[in-house]
């Protein structure tokens, strides 16, 4: 059984959560990465210097001035084309070590933007940073804008693209795996076209405006331009000559392998195929068109691709550190390992941990981040229809079904008006979850909303059936704030159940104790102090003399698997919560006035 490979880590108290990073990846990873970002972070400043053009050229030329303070200096050259250097030659000793061209489309997009990008940089290389260096020359922007105006104004805006492009999509594979990372989507993505946006007009309406006033001037000599177009020449021959070493290099390997004893891959299933030393796992299914899940690409950062091996590990390398890290971290047993890690040179039996054939309707691929399963704070409700065992003896099947259904449409109605999503429905009982998109504060304000919702339901629906109810109907609703695993579970397969996202783990057995300790108090909704805590609640309790029933009252509630009692507020009141709702809002309200007085007044 997959439960018998793999341990779940225990998952950490509170609902906030600290950012996770599944692995950190090789030291070359690592060094790819840093040496990337630094090269995002010249882009960026080139892009917003090109963006100042749309205000004027002298503007544009100041920030000029002032980015070559810092990447014109000696630590700066030092870090840029140090980082260039070494950006590029990981990407091309990885290129030249895979043993396979199977690859998903995303990464071999990166790949081609990759060397489009080395092709294009070298004659701004050259044109820039070469003929200040060998003639002295003033390359401003008034010399630059006349260069490229003159002839090269849609290839500029090309390569400008291109190299957005190559950033953009390396920074999203990486930060997808990040926690904040689908909160932060939608303001990035902003940022993201408004960026090149602006550097295209900026630089384009700079140009036009030099045009218009005679100010184009090219500060070089035409012996000097063909200079610079000769050393353009030599280096991108140079690329040529990089490239082809990478090609021999992978066909020297092949050839190797080819000669090199082979060994087989089985896999669970029963499928089986021959394998070459050298080739990851991972490697070896995709050169056999076996699907295999790696949603970082193969880079020890997702653990997506992990197996259990069945046998003939003890043949297999230590795991890596990069490995391990990953590993621990999802505290898995000693027989599972990375698939885009291990090379296997004998016989290995494997099973995949993830299917890769699974998938709901909705939202299809590794862009689904719910398809593989994510942790994130949410709050969780439950809903049960009290007594619906006694209700249904005597009636017709019938009238059991209109009953239920009834009650199901109006708590359902409920709980999506207040922002929730419907996880399940279980015969007379709702699992519904709030914050999946909005956030933990914003997810337990529209569950305590929820409650106050399915209150004034349950009025409606009792007020409609009264002609067919011996007693009205009643509800224990049961809510809780924590961190919960979200995927979208369902059979593998066209013929199986549709996947749909569910929540699982602690907080979800929590919240379900609390909808049970509903009865056993006496409240028509039992909420946790986490819930309140989110919602900016720090108590329900009322001033004043209340006679009884009190509207609410604190509790502490015994839950299996926990060492300590958990605090709740037993509610018989909804409309406390009305109440308590409104004074966090005002609350709420008063602090960004006082903080947008504070801005004004800075």
Not at 354 to 363: C, I, V
Request: proline letters at 4%; glycine letters at 10%.
């Amino acid at each position: 059984m997959k439960r018998d490979a793999e341990k779940v880590a225990p998952t950490g108290r509170g609902g906030q959560g600290a950012a996770r990073t599944p692995g950190a990846g090789t030291t070359g990873q690592r060094l790819r990465l840093a040496a990337g970002l630094i090269l995002f972070a010249f882009v960026l400043t080139h892009f917003l210097n090109h963006a100042l053009g749309n205000v004027s050229l002298a503007v544009m030329q100041a920030g000029q001035d002032l980015r070559f303070v810092i990447w014109s200096s000696l630590p700066g050259q030092i870090l840029l084309y140090g980082a260039l250097t070494v950006h590029v030659a990981l990407a091309l000793a990885k290129l030249a070590r895979r043993r396979t061209w199977r690859m998903p489309a995303w990464e071999a997009t990166q790949i081609g933007l990759g060397l489009a990008v080395t092709c294009i940089l070298i004659k701004h290389i050259v044109a820039t940073r070469g003929a200040m260096a060998a003639f002295h020359a003033n390359v401003d922007y008034r010399n630059e804008l006349s260069a490229l105006w003159t002839g090269y104004a849609f290839w500029q805006s090309v390569f400008l693209l291109i190299v957005w492009a190559h950033v953009t999509l390396g920074l999203h594979y990486w930060l997808r795996l990040k926690r904040w990372y689908p909160r932060a989507r939608p303001w990035l993505a902003t940022g993201a076209v408004l960026v090149p946006t602006l550097a295209l007009t900026g630089w384009l309406n700079a140009a036009r405006l030099l045009e218009e006033t005679g100010g184009l001037r090219i500060d070089m000599t035409p012996q000097q331009r063909a200079a610079l177009g000769e050393w353009t020449h030599l280096g991108r021959w140079g690329l040529v000559a990089v490239l082809a070493g990478v090609v021999v290099a992978i066909v020297v390997r092949r050839f190797s392998d080819r000669l090199a004893a082979g060994f087989t891959i089985s896999y669970a299933d029963g499928r089986r195929v021959p394998g070459l030393p050298g080739s990851t796992l991972l490697e070896i299914s995709r050169a056999h068109g076996i699907p295999h899940v790696s949603i970082c690409g193969g880079r020890a950062r997702c653990s997506t691709c992990r197996v259990e091996v069945l046998s003939g590990g003890d043949t297999l390398e230590p795991p890596t550190a990069s490995e391990r890290t990953v590993l621990a971290r999802l505290g898995a047993g000693p027989q599972v390992r990375l698939a885009c890690q291990i090379r296997p040179a004998a016989d290995l039996v494997v099973r995949q941990l993830l299917d890769a054939g699974r998938g709901g309707a909705h939202r299809q691929g590794a862009e689904d981040r719910y398809r593989w399963g994510v942790e994130r704070p949410v709050t969780v409700m439950f809903v049960d229809l009290r007594g619906f065992t006694a209700l249904s003896e005597g009636r017709l099947p019938y009238d059991v079904v209109f009953i239920l259904n009834r009650y199901l449409d109006s708590a359902a109605a409920a709980i999506r008006a207040a922002g929730g999503m419907i996880d399940k429905v279980m015969g007379d009982g709702i699992m519904a979850l709030f914050g999946v998109e909005t956030g933990r504060e914003e997810g337990a304000r529209q569950a305590l909303a929820a409650v106050l919702s399915l209150a004034t339901a349950l009025e409606r629906v009792n007020a409609d059936l009264t002609a067919q109810l011996d007693a009205p109907l009643r509800l224990g609703v049961g809510v809780h704030t924590g961190p919960a695993i979200l995927g979208r579970i369902g059979l593998a397969g066209e013929a199986g159940a549709a996947a749909h996202l569910t929540a699982l783990g602690d907080t979800v057995n929590v919240a379900s104790r609390l909808e049970g300790a509903s009865k056993e108090l006496g409240g028509f909704a039992v909420i946790s102090a986490q819930t309140l805590s989110a919602a900016g609640i720090a108590s329900l309790a009322l001033d004043g003399d209340w006679t009884e029933p009190v509207p609410a009252t604190p509790h502490a509630v015994a839950v299996r698997g926990r060492s300590e009692a958990l605090e709740v507020w037993a509610v018989r009141d909804p409309a406390v919560l009305a109440h308590a709702l409104d004074s966090a809002a005002t609350v709420v309200r008063r602090a960004t006035s006082i903080s947008a007085s504070d801005s004004v007044r800075g």
